[in-house]
């Protein structure tokens, strides 16, 4: 199951992060949960891998884990490890590593920007000092080589005026600066992971645009590696190298962004295109919606954990559960996936 | 800069709306101005006995009259202006120092909530007046008992609205972030929660403050607070009391002041509460 990293064959060299069977488990008041299931995925440098799934389907879970922000003590890994390479070219299990080594590379070699960038900047501290406390923090720097690498930053995203700006307070901007802001704030040392949870979800739909080039263009200028969380394929065909698509907390399907588009190999994935509206219309079954399903997330026993909804279900789904099988650069958990090819 | 102006000034502009409000901080500046300026302000040393003129009543050489050893009373109010209101403002010091410290702890880090919440709620069971006796009579009578005894019941209440702003802000999305910036917990308690729930904690110590410079007289009077010999409000009323039926003004004007002390705290408290509260601030 683990051997999906072997076969992306888009880069030889050791990925940046690889997660490898990754279950994220939380103690609750009647027993354990588990979201996040024997997930796997891998990252190379430079590269942008986009997690897909619905609400609740684990996505954001699995990027708490790699940032090691499980909210305690209720989340625990279970199983599983996350191998990052860092700067100094060691690989270290994010999985195992203690609270303080977390809070080492956080900020400095992997950050994160957050979907709602109207609370996720401290209303009583200017953006300046906001961004100037990571660099303290991670660079050391203080005084004049502090501000100028403060103002920098701004620039970086593109904020007019950044010299003035660094002296606002978040409330003095829009939703969209709001957000460069925050890019500029995980971008402060450099990472070479940047996790991006939905960071266009809130905003409107031409500062969705600016913020996807700006995150692009600094992937490229700077040569990191962005997981993309969202639930947008439009944002995934246009920023993913590489698509990895969760459901009930497993990978269900990881393939090349073009190829995925073009034909996705597992059903859900299937179905989620084709709730796509511009699809829709090309297609001429029209716009599909996804059979609803009642009953509460946590449960699923040993059947497929797509199989109420598939419309290829078959009498083997309910009692076999799917592995993660290998497809031509990808990986599938579907065993009807070759029939329905 | 500009900004930072404009933002006091719209301040300001608030506070004069409430005329209440400013009555009572005019009133609590002349107290604590005249309490720190007494030996400029009093008329007399109020510690020098006059027995010909015990007990007289006010007069232009006595404005407030004389007690039972002759000393004058406005005097003795202005000097025990200092304790009273010294004490007052120690116990908000320390309370708001043990509390705010307990408060984050509890409302940040899960698994000391339980521990120090309960021991909040156990001292919040008693009485305010009855523990803090219980403790003066561990400690014994002085000043400084006074201010660590009531520290320590006033504590239990900072740490509840303490603890209860730290969970409203440490569920913000900005406190993730700067746990995903690598910020630490000392830092983010520090900076991100603590300046973001100034404001109630501001309105609290104004409350503790007039709690503080009640209970301290009611210590006093009690004789389980400072020794008779220092003049504060509560002592004067204390030996006063005796005299109470023939000269009301031994009594009346030191808890005049205690009034007028605890009154304008409390007004002022509204007042913040009002004033930095956003939902309430429309209305005004």
Partial sequence: MGGISDQSAFKQDAPLLAVDTLSVSFRQEDGVSTPVRDVSLTLHQGETLALVGESGSGKSVTSLAIMGLLPRPAGFISSGKIRFQTRAKQTVDLARLSFDGMRQLRGREMAMIFQEPMTSLNPVLTIGEQIAETVRLHLGLSGRALQTHVKAQLDLVEIPDAARRMDDYPHQMSGGMRQRVMIALAMACQPSLLIADEPTTALDVTIQAQILLLIDRLRRETGMAVLFITHNLGVVAEIADRVTVMYAGQVVETAQTVPLFRKAAHPYTSALLSCLPARAKADASGLRRLVPITGQPGVFGKACAFAPRCPHAAALCEIHPPELELTDGGAVRCLRWRELA | ?284
């Fill in chain 2, 1 to 284: 800069m500009t900004v930072l102006h404009a933002q006091m000034a719209l301040f300001l502009k608030r506070l004069f709306r409430r005329r209440l409000v400013l009555l009572a901080a005019l009133i609590l500046s002349v107290l604590v101005i005249s309490a720190l300026l007494a030996h400029w302000v009093a008329p007399f040393d109020p510690s020098v006995m006059k027995l010909v003129r015990r007990l007289k009543p006010p007069s232009d050489v006595n404005w407030l009259g004389t007690d039972e050893f002759g000393r004058d009373i406005l005097s003795r109010i202005i000097f025990g202006a200092r304790a009273s209101l010294g004490i007052g403002f120690l116990v908000v010091i320390f309370s708001m120092g043990i509390g705010t410290v307990l408060g984050l702890l509890a409302g940040y880090i899960k698994t000391l909530d339980a521990p120090i919440m309960r021991l909040a709620d156990a001292m919040m069971a008693l009485p305010d007046i009855l523990l803090a006796i219980f403790l003066m009579a561990v400690l014994g009578p002085s000043a400084g008992n006074v201010v660590l005894a009531l520290s320590i019941v006033y504590a239990p209440r900072v740490v509840r609205v303490v603890r209860a702003s730290t969970l409203v802000v440490s569920a913000l999305p900005f406190v993730e972030a700067a746990r995903a910036l690598g910020v630490s917990t000392f830092r983010i308690l520090r900076v991100h929660i603590l300046l973001n729930i100034a404001s109630p904690i501001l309105v609290q110590a104004t409350f503790i403050f007039a709690y503080a410079v009640l209970a301290e007289a009611g210590l006093s009077f009690l004789g389980a607070g400072v020794p008779p010999e220092v003049p504060t409000w509560g002592t004067m009323i204390a030996a006063g009391q005796q005299y109470a039926d023939d000269a009301f003004w031994v009594v009346l004007f030191p808890g005049l002041a205690i009034v007028m002390a605890a009154l304008s705290l409390q007004l002022i408290g509204d007042g913040l509460r009002d004033m930095l509260d956003p939902k309430l601030r429309k209305a005004l």
